[in-house]
């Protein structure tokens, strides 16, 4: 089968194509922080618009820019809560209960109850999908579980109320949880830690705020903590994909593709089909040939036209065309005998 000059010209539109295709097959780069892609729709959801940071030393924050955390009312919960997505909270924490000192600035929501700042989740910045849901999960807060104190009285009643009979001694189901008590339990020792689920929701009101964050509720042993957060960012969309190289440079490549793909197709297509040879194996020899001589032609006049600003030889002058004398201009005739005469005093 030939290689024609129309199939060189197919190859050139199809190359970009299939670089492009090569491309897409490589392995994907990982997201960046706060980011995930669905794998459900494969819709892209970048949580960074509402993750908050705080204002740099010596530089004035804009007008809007926020400069403290999210916040959630507790509402039946002796306490309110404050929050950041995928950051550390901006305000200063300091006295976290049972956290240590170098992992405060880490701690990503918190409450503070009596005067104590406990915390209920460090940073995380890789948020997940369960199902269809997206959520933020925070772990590694102040210490939690039956020794640690709650703030719900009530529930801490309710889960530790004893079945007495009308005798004051125990019934039976309590006698067994004493012996079960009294057992090894396989979790005897593991001193449990608060953690905060966020569950985060499509907000695409204009109106709303970049995000608003209420309080769901908590584990009996106050150990877990929910939250529902809407926000235009949990809409999902499209990624934004960097190129590697810029609108500038992928129109060059097109460009030096369709040269290549010219000149060897034109040279495959000239050789085998017109029996060229030599440089009219080129494909429009007689075009270029001529815009060849006629830079030649341009560069010679600008060369010859440089050349009476350069010194002359030695030995040599320019015959001026009014000489003295009184006779009036001079001849070629005058011109070639003064330079006779110059050479033969030059042979002398």
């Known amino acids: ?30 997201t960046k922080p706060c980011t995930i892609h ?56 300091k006295n976290v ?24 989740g460090s940073e995380s910045s890789e948020p997940i999908f369960r199902g269809r849901k997206l959520v ?29 009979g009308h005798d004051g001694k125990k019934g039976k189901e309590e006698e067994d949880d004493d012996d079960d008590d009294d057992g090894k339990s396989p979790n005897k020792g593991i001193r449990r830690r608060k953690s905060t689920l966020i569950s985060l929701l499509c907000d695409r009101d204009p109106l709303s705020p970049k995000a608003s964050v209420a309080f769901v509720g908590a584990s009996p042993d106050e150990c877990t903590y929910f939250f529902e957060a809407r926000s235009q960012a949990a809409c999902g969309g499209a990624a934004d994909t960097q ?10 490549l097109i460009v030096i593709i ?17 029996q060229q040879r030599g440089w009219r194996q080129l494909p429009n020899y007689g075009l270029w040939a001529g815009i060849g001589s006629f830079l030649r032609d341009i560069f010679i006049i600008l060369t010859s036209s440089c050349a009476r600003f350069l010194p002359s030889r030695r030995g040599y002058s320019r015959v ?29």
């Open 1 to 30: 089968m030939r290689f024609t000059y129309s199939s060189a010209a197919l190859l050139a539109l199809y190359l970009p194509i299939l670089i492009a295709t090569a491309s897409d097959d490589k392995t994907p780069k990982p």
């Open 38 to 93: 669905s794998p459900n729709t494969n819709s892209f959801f970048d949580l960074t618009p509402i993750s908050l940071s705080p204002p740099e030393e010596g530089k004035k924050a804009h007008k809007d820019d926020r400069t403290e955390s999210w916040h959630a009312k507790g509402y039946d919960y002796p306490a309110n809560f404050t929050i950041n997505f995928c950051a550390p909270v901006v305000e200063e924490v």
């Open 97 to 120: 209960v049972g956290v240590k000192e170098e992992l405060w600035r880490n701690v990503s929501a918190y409450y503070v109850a009596d005067g104590k700042t406990y915390s209920i």
């Open 136 to 164: 933020l999960n925070y772990t590694d807060g102040s210490p939690c579980g039956p020794k640690a104190k709650r703030l719900l009285d009530s529930r801490e009643e309710l889960a530790s109320r004893k079945m007495i």
């Open 243 to 252: 190129q590697s190289v810029g609108p500038g440079g992928v129109f060059g």
């Open 258 to 274: 369709a040269l290549l793909v010219y000149v060897v197709g034109g040279c495959v297509y000239q050789r085998t089909v017109m």
């Open 320 to 348: 001026s065309a009014n000489s003295s004398g009184g006779r009036g201009r001079s001849g070629p005739e005058d011109e070639n005998r003064l330079i006779d005469q110059l050479d033969e005093e030059w042979d002398d």
